[in-house]
């Protein structure tokens, strides 16, 4: 009877989570295609568009980390909640807004309200996990509960083609509307069903256990924050480009929704391929490669089947990246920083990807498909700083084995 007990504990747990990630990134599938050529439509010029999806990376800098606080001590799925209700309600402010300078305010407010999720997700995912695995219960893969924002967004994304042939244009915006509605009953229900950890505020603990894990963390977060500010010109003026080239709507939904569906692959298998913690290094060093490659390849302006095959490396550029970076750090926060150790990755991507944004925008005006190749110089410098985290990681696991340091590494207890 206990054992029935405690596997429907986790089962609702898994499927708790799982819903909240889908949820979670349905509006992506839509909103990274078109949000930019509804922009567009709207008057905005290209600067004016790189600007609006830059501005809100900007203020995320300085949001999410305090935000992260916040969800630290007064409960990270209730926070979540407030995101992405105001996510919603920022979209639907955006449809009735008149003129050039109201849209470019409103998509600041849409991205900043949207920018915080993903890290308050992997949080409270993050959490829930261990909680589960200090209670003794079976432990839940964190790829396999992720792997659910991914196939939302394929699926969104393999519609997108036909719902913006319905809704062309300044109309893209109600699918937004609509489909943000469902992130913010998720999140909602995930907080009336969380348990939000016991804080000591006298003694809240520091990020790290230790200088070591603090350096390593560091050198994490730069790492990743390169690689995926590489993604900027494709972000932002993917869609526009390939549009230019006369490709159809519904070829540039496969084309995005390839890169997701190698990416949900990635995240199934990731638990297994690489070991969990132990390969989270491994797998930020394999994603800062790939992106490398990737990008150099894209500034050749390559035809549509090759096209296809260098979306597809976003499991590499993107998935590897993400998954490697978020569970190093999360085996590295201590037990009462979890969200903003989560919050310092989200803030150090924005800042880079804001300023690559940025670039982007003054790149693709000079150099076309060219700025690609600054966004593989960032890869690059990316690669050199996960090398560094790979060796670093080497080190610390090579003093946990030590007797004087044992069970000094891997998951922190949480404390009651």
Known sequence: MVAVKTSQIVTATALRLSILWSCLFAAVGIHLPYFTVWL???GLS????????????????????????????????RT???AATAACLSYTALSFAPGPALVFIGAVAVGLAQGVMPSLADALTLTEIRRLR??????????????????SVLI???????????????????????????????????????????????????????PDKLRLAIVCIAAAALVQASHAE????????????????????????SGVACESVLFVAVGRL???????????????????????????????????????????????????????????????????????????VALTTALATMAAGVLTDSLGERAYLVMAGLAVCGLALAVLAGVLKRRLDGAAAQPQSAGSGGWTVEPS
């Open 134 to 151: 200090d209670a003794g219960l079976r432990t839940l893969d964190y790829g396999r509960i992720r792997v659910f924002a991914s196939l």
């Open 80 to 82: 979540l909640g407030f």
């Open 234 to 257: 494709v972000y932002t003026f993917g869609t526009l480009h390939w549009r230019a080239l006369g490709l159809s709507p519904g070829f540039i939904g496969i084309a995005w929704a």
């Open 274 to 348: 690489s070991g969990g913690e132990r390969g989270a290094a491994g797998l930020l060093i394999l994603g800062a490669a790939g992106a490398a490659i990737r990008w150099t390849a894209m500034s050749f302006d390559p035809p549509a089947g090759v096209l296809l095959v260098l979306q597809g490396m976003h499991a590499l550029s993107f998935a590897a990246t993400y998954t490697g970076s978020v569970i190093l750090l999360g085996s590295l926060a201590g037990p009462y920083h979890r969200a903003r150790m989560q919050g310092w990755l989200a803030s150090a």
């Open 46 to 77: 290209n600067k004016m568009i790189a600007q609006a999806v830059a501005v809100p990376m900007l203020l995320r800098i300085l949001t999410t980390p305090a935000i992260a606080t916040i969800a630290d001590r007064h409960g990270i799925a």
């Open 156 to 210: 969104t994304m393999l519609g997108s083609g036909a719902l913006v042939t319905l809704l062309p244009g300044r109309q893209i915006i109600w699918l937004l509307v609509g489909i943000s509605i469902f992130p913010a009953a998720a999140a909602i229900w995930n907080a009336r069903q969380s348990r939000p950890a016991r804080v000591n505020p006298r003694d809240p603990g520091k990020l790290t256990a230790s």
């Open 40 to 42: 567009a439509s709207q």
